[in-house]
């Protein structure tokens, strides 16, 4: 099993990736609501307005959303890589976003994926 890690740059394109994900057969998928250094040092510069009209906005732009799930195997990540290229792009092109994959030892309280075992 593997844990799946995708920094969405384009937040309008969410719905896009999850719709897809499903169609693929990934669910579970944790979406939390993400920036990077560089959108924060811009905020920084900016001079602070007294109301903000969008929390989410970091200094006039959008932040990122980073989605996380636990898939089967290598295949699904290949899938889902995929998937995801046809509607945010390229992932080697900038402003598209960053998938990482990487191999689980222990998973447990996720129907169906109990890895409860070290792996060595």
């Known amino acids: 099993m593997y844990i799946i890690m995708f920094v969405l740059d384009d ?12 169609e693929i057969g990934v669910r579970g998928v944790t979406i939390i609501e993400s920036t990077g250094i560089q959108r924060r040092l811009k905020q920084r510069k900016r001079i602070p307005m007294r109301f903000s009209i969008d929390p989410i906005s970091f200094g006039g732009e959008e932040g990122n959303y980073t989605l996380f ?9 290949d899938k889902l890589t995929a998937a995801t290229e046809k509607i ?9 976003g960053i998938l990482i994959a990487w191999p689980l030892n222990y998973v447990k309280g ?5 890895l409860n075992e070290e792996v060595s």
Request: proline residues 6%; aromatic residues 2%; charged residues 25%.
């Open 11 to 22: 937040p309008q394109q969410l719905d896009n990736v999850l719709d897809a994900w499903d």
């Open 69 to 77: 799930t636990i898939v089967k195997s290598i295949d699904l990540i």
């Open 88 to 96: 945010v792009g390229n992932l080697e092109d900038p402003n598209t």
């Open 110 to 114: 996720i129907k169906g994926m109990s």
